[in-house]
Every structure is written in structure tokens, then in C-alpha cells.
């Protein structure tokens, strides 16, 4: 079969594959003739031929007398067979299954052509996407955003000017069937993001790093701690912080987070589980006697908003006293999440 990243391209030029010589027949015998043809076909084969017929260009006349001949007992000369237009196969589809499937039949053989170079800028930081794309047209750059995973593609919204963001995600909100020629065009974007791709520095966070290293390794990891911090006092505080993060809360026992609560005063639970993620919030709520969380409660309803500077002062002191706790013996934390068996 024909390499997919290579349109036009014969395994072996004149020998065409049987996948190759039933698209090079329909091209051969005019839109309604192919789609009575392609009404007979299961959704995969369909998918599967159409793709090949969308990629064909400039046959010769042998490769097309060879493949008719395996059809037809007597065999006219015939001209050469140019490659399926997205006109063309829009046509015979739309005969052959209707509009609205002719159109997602399509995008995904025009779709699914790009998607796969697309899939190699997921290892770039969003920075240096936004960087690429930023003196595109603000069409190539919802189209270039709609191929990347949503994740990242924000990421990318976020990296471009403010003062643009709104109209770049207005356009990607208006996308629906996007033309070959603008598949072309995001095709030559994406070749010269890969070009450069190499040439780029990456970035790695290390204390975030050396924290997750650190919370996975066995053995006594306050003893490794300590040796590093004998060396650098000022990188293991920052590597402390990042272990001791917020969100652990989720994962600590019950025996824990009442130890916890007792440490804390309620006025500060009150500012630290504004906006905080649900997992956390329950934690601590369900490890509250059900009255007390209910006062717990309307204090935060009454307190209003609170600056998040302020909220995040108090989960690091919080994180302080946990981390008290823990150094002293009185709780073993669960820095992170462990897979467990039933």
C-alpha cells in the first residue's frame, strides 16, 4: 500500500497494490458510476480507498492500463488519471452516503493526514508554539490550535498577546470544515515548527523534579534531606516547599488531617480551602465532626472573598505545621499518591 506521508506514491511504480487499482478504477469511471461503487463498501474500506484516491497525482498510463485490464475484458486507451480533488471525492460521497457523512468522512481523511506531525510539536513548550504562530493570520492560528490537544492548546492561547487571545478562540469557535488549501498552508507551518524544533532549549523544573525523586525513594529519605541540604541549604528549602505542596492533604489518612485540624486553627482552614480543590475540601471536611464542619462552613460564607496572596500565605503555613508534625514524629505524611491492591 502506498506510504501515507508520501501522497502519490506507488509501492512499486506500474504494480500497483489491489487497495491501489480499485481507486485508480474509480477515479477512471466518473463521480456517479464511483459512487454506486462506493455504496457497496463497508465503513472501513470506504475510509481506506478514499484516503488513497485523495493522495494519487499524475499516474501513468501503464499503471492505469494495468489496473483496468483487471476489470474490464476490453480495454479502450485511456488518458492519465489525475488525483481525487476534496471536490471530487465530495461529490461521489455526497452520492453515495449523504452530506453530513461525505463531510466527516473527509475531514477525517484530510484531518488525519496532518494530525500525525501535529503529534510531534506536543514536546514543545507552549511558549515557543505561540512564538511560531503569533505573526500568522488569526485563521491559521485557530487552525493550527484546533489540531493540538486541548491542554496544550491552552497553554499556547495563554502564551499569545492578551490583547489577541480573544479573537484567536472566537475563530476556533467558528471552525468547521476546513479546505485543502488551508490544510496546505497549516502543512508548511507545522514543517517549519519541526525544522526548528531541534534548535530549541528545553526546560526542566528541578526542584519540582528532585522533589518527586526524593518522595519515591526508598529508604530513609530525611537522611538524604539532610546530606543535601549539608551541601546546599538554600536549593533543599525550595525542594521542601514543593514536596510539602497544598494538594497532599487529598491523600493523608483520616488519623492524619484530625491530627492536622487540631494544629491549625479553624479561622485559618477558613482562608486556605478558598478555591481549593475538591479533594482537598473533603478531606478536611470529612474529618471534621459533622457540627463543627457545618460552623466550618458558614465561617467560610461569611469571610467573602479573600485576596489569593493571603490564601496562599496561609496553605505555606499550613505546609509548616505539617511539616512540624512530620519532623517530629507525630504523623508519617504520604507525600505522594501509592498504588494500592484490593
Known sequence: MADPNKPGELVVPGKPSPLEQAAIVLLSMGEEPA???????????LLEVTQV??????????TVKHSLQSFFDDYREQSGVHGASRSYLKRSLDLALGADIANSVLNTIYGDAIRPKMARLQWASPKWLAERIVHEHVRMQAVFLAFLPPALAGDVVDALPEESRDLVLL????????????LE?????????????GLQSASVEGVRQAAEILNRLPGNRQQM??????????????????????FILS???????????????????????????????????????????????????????????RIEQT????????????????????????????
Open 185 to 197: 498552508e497549516l502543512d508548511e507551518v507545522v514543517d517549519r515548527c519541526l525544522e526548528s524544533l
Open 171 to 182: 475563530n476556533v469557535a467558528r471552525l468547521n470544515e476546513i479546505d485543502r488549501e488551508l
Open 225 to 246: 534531606v539532610e546530606l543535601l541540604r549539608a551541601r546546599d541549604p538554600e536549593v533543599v528549602s525550595e525542594i521542601e516547599v514543593s514536596m510539602y505542596d497544598f
Open 53 to 62: 484516491m485523495s493522495r494519487m497525482s499524475g499516474i501513468k498510463v501503464e
Open 251 to 309: 491523600r493523608q489518612s483520616e488519623a492524619n488531617i484530625i491530627r492536622i485540624i487540631e494544629e491549625v486553627p479553624l479561622e485559618q482552614w477558613a482562608i486556605a480551602l478558598k478555591g481549593a480543590e475538591p479533594a482537598v475540601r473533603n478531606a478536611v471536611l470529612q474529618s471534621m465532626p459533622r457540627r463543627q464542619a457545618q460552623t466550618f462552613e458558614d465561617t467560610m460564607r461569611r469571610m467573602g472573598p479573600v485576596p489569593i496572596s
Open 35 to 45: 459512487a454506486a461503487v462506493l455504496r457497496c463498501f463497508s465503513r472501513e474500506e
Open 315 to 342: 496553605r505555606r503555613e499550613i505546609m509548616d505545621a505539617v511539616k512540624g508534625l512530620a519532623d517530629a514524629g507525630e504523623i508519617e505524611v504520604q507525600l505522594f499518591a501509592e498504588a494500592v491492591v484490593e
